[in-house]
């Protein structure tokens, strides 16, 4: 997605070179980003226009898979990506006839137990708060796997598909998605309620837990302080982060 | 779909045929049918097992844009296609940048121009009862293009996105394709709102009216009567056809 908004600016605008685009949620392979925010720098003058006529240019460049739906200039400080206070991602899931419709099958995982969303939301619930995610996370060296999991909740929407909305300061590799792994194996029965949270103390990637596939998953929000602090907020992440 | 699900019968129950399927909406190509019926007749036997346990073995053969969502044994008199009392679609438009979910672009059309709803519907009410369709059908010989237009109305859903529900007894080929890309021309200024009913009574194709794309049709739902008069309105809409 980067890469490729990146090329559209640069066709869009006729710049010399791509310019370079910090994104707020740097996302798995196949994961979609609804909600994704960018920031890049760009010569002055150049959203000489209205920021409406910018955005119909750029989408009008960009391949019918991404789209651009809103620009702005950003205030003082802002960094899409340090700045950013939380990040909330949905994942879809489908685990009976009742809900199967074809017509989501690019965003929505077909499971194949009927799953109990009442489970999975009391495992999930042990597993909220400020831990060492370790055992959920692709490790990198020297990264920190410490993360506050804020929201963690499944529900039954109307139309019988079972959708978890999940919010963290930040997610490593892998994250949410290695979550909702154990989760639908509690959901469907095949482990106990408990244990997700028991992985999550032992602090160790374990095997057991079947990383769920990437297509369902949705980056919806993410979410910045008010103006005033987002310089603020920026350093304290990249403190943050660099002491992993 | 026809093909395709007549072949996953033969696979699924191992008959040495496809059997023949009837389906209760004969969709144009890439339109979908999310509420699409159909009936066929198998050996005796055949259902031994629960209706659920043929449903997944069906499922597992299908390709991923086809599911069954339910399968039971049908009353007397049933036909799938000419027991129907009416058949609904919906048309999906997203008309600028905030209702844009690359997500949904697989059952969405994506329309330069902003509409007004409201326009639409008041070109659409004029059109609704009983008429010679002929200006919005693709014609056949010796097919009578008269249908009963029961629903034509718009409107915007909550996540921007204008959606048509669209209800008659039955529709001719690129009938409601036809009919949405003339509202379209209405709903974004191009032509007065009087225009579409205009074209009904004039009663012949008229080539200023650009049929919509397929993709953002889907077949909803199908009404039938009473078990009890499902062969009467069986026979009744044969001779109805076939008269034309």
Redesign the interface.
């Known amino acids: 997605m980067q890469g490729v908004l990146s090329e559209a600016l640069a066709v869009a605008f006729r710049l010399a070179l791509p310019p370079t685009l910090t994104v707020a949620g740097r996302t798995d392979a196949g994961v979609?980003a609804?909600g994704q925010v960018a920031h890049v720098d760009v010569p002055s003058g150049m959203w000489a226009s209205a920021a409406?006529v910018a955005?119909r240019r750029l989408?009008r460049v960009l391949p019918?898979?991404?789209?651009?739906?809103?620009i702005s200039v950003a205030p003082a400080g802002f960094d899409a990506r340090f700045s950013a206070l939380w990040r909330r991602y949905s994942y879809r899931v489908c685990d009976g006839?009742?809900c199967?419709?074809?017509?989501r099958?690019?965003?929505t995982l077909?499971h194949r137990l009927p799953v109990d969303p009442q489970l999975m939301n009391q495992a999930a619930a042990a597993c909220l708060g400020t831990h060492d995610f370790a055992a959920f996370c692709r490790r990198r060296l020297g990264a920190s796997t410490v993360r506050e999991l804020q929201r963690l909740d499944w529900h039954r929407d109307e139309t019988g598909v079972v959708v978890a909305a999940v919010i963290a300061d930040a997610f490593c590799h892998n994250m949410v998605r290695a979550l909702v792994g154990a989760l639908l194996a509690v959901g469907d029965g095949r482990k106990p309620a408990s244990w997700p949270a028991a992985m999550l103390a032992a602090a160790v990637r374990d095997p057991a837990v079947t990383v769920a596939p990437p297509h369902p998953l949705?980056l919806e929000q993410v979410g910045y302080p008010a103006d005033e602090d987002l310089k603020a907020r920026a350093s304290l992440t990249r403190r943050g982060r660099s002491a992993g």
């Open positions: 979609h609804r409406s955005m989408n019918a898979d991404v789209r651009v739906r809103a006839a009742v199967a419709d074809p017509l099958r690019h965003d077909w949705c």
